[in-house]
């Protein structure tokens, strides 16, 4: 069965800090990887995914991960945090059924 | 183009009563899911439609969840009886046949008092 951990549930970093958000999978084959942010009292947006080909992607809002299969892990980076950014995110994967597994969420504060 | 919309945005009941949350997916978008989130928890899926049918509902809590889709256009989730348990965030997404991405609606915070 398909898995998803987000081991930090809050992390809080300085405006202009780099960021790292840490997703493991556990899957038998390789599977649709995925990030969502949700802002306060806003849905969930889908910052980038990945499915294939290059395992570094790029999403919105300055955002890329990269999919390492020896690790089972794809960590969302930023360079540069903006005070924007304080949402709470979710990394999924789904197979090729398409049904999708959410881990529980990293909460996201930016410090002035 | 109108994303996935859902309605109420907000509901507040009382343990025993009846609500049914509504989503409307993007249009063509021939696959619908529902999805769960219970405070602090993951989200956690609930069913999936393909046009009108289920084509997966294991994630259904229990027979007091009821969820349609007539016509495979919007669709609606019933609660009836509510329990406190069923507290939380409901969220419903659409996806394109053959496209991998399913696009998702802000949700309905539902609070069972």
């Known amino acids: 069965a398909q898995s998803v951990t987000q081991p930090d549930i809050h992390i809080t970093v300085s405006e202009g800090a780099s960021l790292e958000l840490r997703c493991n999978y556990s899957y038998g084959a390789t599977p649709y990887l995925f990030w969502y942010v949700q802002s306060p009292g806003q849905g969930l947006q889908l910052l980038l995914k990945?499915?294939?080909?290059?395992?570094l992607v790029q999403g919105i809002k300055g955002f890329e991960a990269e999919f390492k299969r020896s690790q089972s892990s794809f960590n969302l980076r930023k360079p540069s945090v903006h005070w924007s950014d304080a949402a709470e995110y979710f990394c999924?994967?789904?197979?090729?059924?398409?049904?999708?597994?959410f881990g529980a969420g990293t909460r996201l504060t930016v410090k002035p | 183009e109108a994303g996935v919309t859902q309605f109420p945005s907000h509901s507040v009941i009382e343990k025993g009563q009846t609500v049914t949350l509504r989503c409307d997916p993007i249009s063509g978008h021939d696959n619908l899911y529902w999805y769960r989130r219970v405070m602090g928890k993951e989200i956690k899926f609930l069913l999936h439609?393909?046009?009108?049918?289920?084509?997966?509902e294991s994630g259904m809590p229990n027979n007091r969840f009821l969820a349609e889709r007539t016509g495979g256009t919007y669709s609606t989730l019933k609660v009836q009886p509510a329990e406190l348990e069923d507290s939380g965030v409901y969220f419903c997404a659409s996806r394109q046949q053959g496209q991998e991405t399913q696009y998702f609606g802000p949700g309905t915070r539902l609070l069972v008092l």
């Open positions: 990945y499915f294939s080909g290059d395992t």
């Open positions: 999924a994967v789904a197979n090729t059924r398409n049904d999708m597994r």
């Open positions: 439609f393909v046009k009108e049918s289920k084509q997966d």
